[in-house]
């Protein structure tokens, strides 16, 4: 197993050794009313953000999100209405410098809600040459056009966060026509469709799925979908539940030892 543990960029080799300090919340640099803005990842180093919907729409209403209630829980796609003024933006934060490693299409709910991302992406890349990430929650995944269109992405990000139906319920509260089954299969098909680099967000929460048995079958669930990665973080410190409490930083360390032979890292809340 590779266990890698974060601090401040990527990934480091640790050759077996484990090291733990405290990162520090991710700096963002934007202009206000702006829809991009520069951050440091605690995975990607530095980004560019996009965040592609002026407000939230996910099929899920997480009860750690930090962003608040998803108010419009939704599976229909809508069309990223703002593309002129993202271009526009990019190209303003591409003439300072130091520039982005990587571009990250997230921002409020889930951005694969997103149609015509495809199209949306190869824009991106064509005028900036810098590799894109999508960060999703992975609740559309067994929509086909959906599919279709993250295919575009350097990176895909999804969550994974329970590993049965009743805990799925519990934390991810999806939409009715995303039951667990349906779920889990589409984030299935869309990784042995998608060549690019696959990473799986876990979030633990103490009490709820940060057990030892519960982390032992989402280490099961991750041998099934073949991540590329994993990155482990826990609730951020304004979650929409004051039931989603935390779990401190030397058990998340510990549970990342379930994962066998697959990259693991343990980053701050909200640091992806």
Known sequence: MKHLMASGIGFLGLSGKTLSHRAPEPKTEGRKNSHCYRRQSSVFGRTIEIAALPSKICPFDCIYCSQGRTLNRSVDLTYITIQKNIIHEIKSLLSECPAPEYIVISGKGDPAVCAGM???????????????VVISCGGLFWKSNV?????AADVVVASLDAP?????QCINRP???????????????????????????MTLLDGINAIEAEVKK??????????SKIVIQTAHKTPVEDFAFP????????????????QTQVIEAHTL
């Open 164 to 168: 049965d139906k009743t805990l799925f």
């Open 175 to 201: 939409i009715g026509v995303v039951p667990f089954a349906r779920f889990l299969s589409g984030m299935m098909e869309f990784r042995s469709s998608f060549k690019g680099e696959f990473i799986l967000r």
């Open 118 to 132: 495809a199209s949306f992406i190869g824009t991106v890349k064509s005028i900036t040459g810098i590799p894109v």
């Open 247 to 262: 779990v401190e930083r030397t058990r998340l360390e510990c549970f990342a030892g379930f994962f066998k032979d697959v």
């Open 147 to 151: 599919q279709k269109e993250l295919l």
């Open 218 to 227: 989402l280490a099961g669930l991750a041998t099934r979908v073949s991540p």
